[in-house]
């Protein structure tokens, strides 16, 4: 039986723009009565996803209950940062009946479940579960490495090297950890692209688990929330690439914050992040962006050459009317004045 003194909490980790904070936001707005708080671990310097989250508070979660750990992977820093994080959660009035963490898409989910084994919250809190989120049209496409076809090929004709791209190792842990997948993005990808998708998953599983097609975040919350995995019990069973080592690395990934003042017309903005895009050196562009004559500012948010922006509140008196946006890519590919320029800052 299940220590029910024990808070649940679920881990929702994905690849780079998978729709974590989307199925965030529709969980807080349909939490059935849970109170939820949330801890959102960003990429990058600039918070995007948490003020997202804030946005869409409710009495059951109200903006305090949202927590982001900015600039740092929450799993190297669980002494400085998750540990005191989740006490703040604890000791909260009404204490929360559930914990959200949204990692980043960079993420390996495997460290931070070990971190529960924390003498300070071990016998306070457990993983209920573990949600992969996949986005299907970027999966059928193979996005998360460069030419599949082409890897498989060269591993089957010198398998003394190993020629998986970072990008599909954070993949395929991502999905080794997890105890149900969500696959996103159905409406973009298309009946041969879910099939597509469902295939590579199945090809990736060490296990067989659920999987649960889903547009703009819209689930049941009782399909994702109340699993009782007791995830933090069962890692052995969640293999990872980098099993064995004392620590794990994110140096295999880079972002830096490009910052100017108004932009005067946002759909040429647009159109500059999807060339950017295109490239296929830019995994991810996020951020917002102050338009000239707007009192609103522009949430942008981009997964390589797909790019969605809107109007999500309108600028606080206490904070600068500028444009930040947060670039991700592999280490040794970001040239900040090169893109500076290509954003037209």
């Not at 990058?44 to 009495?59: E, H, N, Q, R």
């Not at 993420?107 to 809190?125: C, E, Q, T, V």
């Not at 989120?133 to 599949?148: E, I, K, S, T, Y």
């Not at 947060?326 to 040794?332: K, L, M, S, T």
Request: proline share 6%; aromatic share 4%; net charge negative.
């Amino acid at each position: 039986m299940p220590d029910l003194s024990k808070i649940p909490v679920t881990i929702v980790t994905g690849f780079l723009g998978s729709g974590k904070t989307t199925l965030i936001s529709h969980l807080i707005r349909n939490a059935g009565g849970r109170r939820l708080a949330v801890i959102v671990n960003e990429f990058g310097t600039l918070g995007v996803d948490g003020d997202i989250l804030k946005g869409c508070a409710i009495p059951d979660c109200p903006a305090e209950n949202v927590v982001e750990l900015a600039n740092g992977c929450i799993c190297c820093t669980v002494a400085d940062d998750f540990i005191p994080t989740v006490e703040t959660l604890l000791a909260l009035d009404p204490r929360p009946d559930h914990i959200l963490i949204e990692t980043s898409g960079l993420a390996l989910p495997k460290p931070l479940l070990k971190a529960f084994d924390w003498p300070a919250i071990r016998s306070r809190i457990t993983v209920d579960g573990v949600i992969a989120l996949a986005d299907a049209d970027a999966v059928a496409a193979g996005r998360f490495a460069p030419d599949l076809a082409a890897i498989d090929a060269q591993r089957a004709a010198d398998p003394s090297i190993d020629h998986e791209t970072p990008l599909s190792e954070v993949f395929e842990d991502q999905l080794a950890c997890a105890d149900l997948i969500l696959l996103t993005k159905c409406d973009l990808a298309g009946a041969d692209g879910i099939a597509a998708a469902r295939a590579v998953i199945a090809a990736e599983t060490v296990r067989p688990l659920p999987i649960v097609e889903l547009v703009d975040g819209v689930v049941d919350p009782r399909i994702v929330l109340g699993l009782g995995a007791a995830a933090e019990d069962d890692i052995a069973a969640r293999p990872s690439h980098h099993d064995g080592e004392d620590d794990h690395e994110h140096d295999d990934f880079d972002s830096i914050v490009v910052e100017w003042d108004t932009v005067e017309d946002p759909a040429a903005l647009t159109t500059r992040i999807e060339t950017l895009g295109a490239g296929g050196e830019i995994l991810r562009v996020k951020g917002y962006a102050a338009v000239a004559g707007k009192p609103m500012r522009l949430l942008v948010q981009a997964v390589g050459a797909r790019v969605r922006a809107h109007y999500d509140r309108p600028w606080r008196a206490d904070e600068p009317r500028r444009t930040r946006l947060v670039v991700i890519a592999e280490r040794g590919r970001l040239d900040p004045d090169a893109i500076g320029a290509a954003l037209g800052a």
